[in-house]
């Protein structure tokens, strides 16, 4: 493959990043709604992280598997856009199907494919980025990107709240246990957007790609396994790795256990145990479950202001400085939550959290990209998959331990140990050394 690359403008850097909003509606889309969508088909508050956890299983394998195949990929559509669109048309047909679920585990299984599927998508968009933009771009490039996922996944997290607010509340439909209108419709705009955008990126990026030769594809030689290659992993790599894993718990817990900490903190439904809410208050879940909607399109919204203010940062200062300050304001976010009472507060208290989404979508993967090289990029960003979704695997199995056990039930108390998480993954982010290796 010829390492010669060419000069990207602007535009072409929003061309080639644009399936990235599709990728993160429906992802956001799945984030936002899936506790709700869980406890709308009769899940417990407690057993929420267990319900997450072969999803999460699924975004630690699938990421690995496709980047390596996609390193030893040789297509006329390069290495990383074939797993990009079949991906993202897999995560469109199960879009449209989810919302219709009628059982718990029915929509267990339909969400685990989904899983698999953006994922196949999502990770081969990351090292996309480190094909076709030179080194000194890098960070633009991945902050553009990183804006595209808050707008994406903004855009999704509303949309269940827009339906509401021109259409009215439709209710449950014809079933106690039926998934709102509002949400169903999500999802299906949802599948839209998707299509439409990776389609885009898919056809433009193709003249962008570096042109391969045949043989000389750079690929990762069949003598290297994985092991190897975390042998030989740049120190920076496994540093960022280290934050990432305190990053990503405090996030996820925080992600899981939004809709209920909402149901307590604004609308005060008691939270007894584990106990899923009575049927009298599906209405209050219902509720709960947009706004938590609209909370997180409020982060996400902030997410690309402070995308934006990365990239002027990083220029004056260390990109580790800005990163370090970006899970602290998230830090102080979580930890305020649990005093949050009224709508306009918590909107405020999102600030923080969106700040912490911008840069642990976009700082990492700007490191990580300058110091591997692009024949071996698409499985070393599937190995850096692994620290955003064994903290998942993690907070699925501990977090409703910990709930049960040393809660006794009290679910905002959680935010607590999720803000103190970031701040770890704050302290660690100091000693980052951003030396290029190569």
């Given at each position: ?230 042998k030989h992993m740049p120190q920076v790599v496994w540093q960022i790795s280290i934050v990432q894993l305190f990053a990503w718990s405090g996030l996820f817990c925080f992600m899981i256990y939004l809709t209920p900490t909402i149901e307590k903190i604004i609308f005060a439904v008691a939270q007894h145990g584990s106990n899923v809410l009575p049927e009298t208050s599906q209405e209050t ?154």
């Open positions: 493959m010829s390492t010669i690359k060419k000069d990207l403008t602007f535009l072409q850097i929003i061309n080639i990043n644009l399936g990235m909003l599709g990728v993160l509606f429906a992802w956001q889309l799945t984030i936002a709604n899936m506790s709700g969508i869980y406890s709308f088909l009769g899940a417990k508050a407690g057993d929420l992280g267990y319900l997450w956890l072969i999803p999460a299983l699924l975004g630690l394998l699938v990421p690995l598997i496709i980047g390596y195949l996609s390193d030893k990929t040789a297509t006329s559509f390069g290495k990383r856009l074939p797993y990009i669109f079949f991906g993202s048309w897999i995560t469109v047909f199960c879009s449209i199907i989810l919302p219709n679920s009628f059982s718990l585990l029915g929509v267990v299984v339909i969400f685990c494919i989904f899983t698999a599927a953006i994922n196949a998508a999502l990770q081969p968009f990351r090292a996309l980025v480190g094909d076709v933009a030179k080194k000194n771009i890098h960070t633009k490039a991945y902050t553009v990107q990183a804006a595209f996922i808050g707008i994406g996944s903004t855009l999704a997290s509303v949309t269940p709240w827009l339906w509401l607010k021109f259409f009215g509340n439709a209710g449950f439909m014809h079933a106690s246990t039926a998934i709102p209108l509002e949400i169903k419709f999500a999802f299906y705009l949802g599948a839209i957007v998707l299509a439409v955008t990776v389609t885009w990126s898919t056809i433009v990026t193709k003249k962008y790609l570096p042109t391969s030769s045949g043989s000389q594809h750079g690929s990762v030689t069949q003598s290297e396994n994985v092991l190897e290659l975390t879940l219902e509720k709960s479950t947009v706004l938590t909607g609209v909370a997180s399109g409020v982060y996400m919204f902030v997410s690309i202001v402070w995308a934006y203010g990365i990239a002027l940062g990083a220029q004056k200062i260390s990109r580790k400085y800005i990163h370090c300050f970006s899970l602290c304001l998230g830090c102080v976010s979580l930890i305020g939550l649990p005093f949050v009472h009224t709508i306009p507060m918590l909107f405020l208290d999102m600030i923080g959290i969106g700040a912490t989404w911008a840069s642990v979508n976009s700082i990492p993967f700007a490191m990580i990209a300058n110091v591997i090289s692009e024949k071996k990029l698409g499985i070393y960003m599937g190995l850096f998959n692994i620290t955003v979704c064994l903290p998942q695997i993690i907070t699925s199995l501990g977090a409703g331990y910990v709930l049960k056990v040393w809660l006794h039930g009290n679910v905002v108390l959680l935010m607590f140990l999720s803000g103190f998480l970031l701040l770890l993954g704050a302290f660690l982010t100091v000693f980052i050394s951003e030396g290029v290796k190569t």
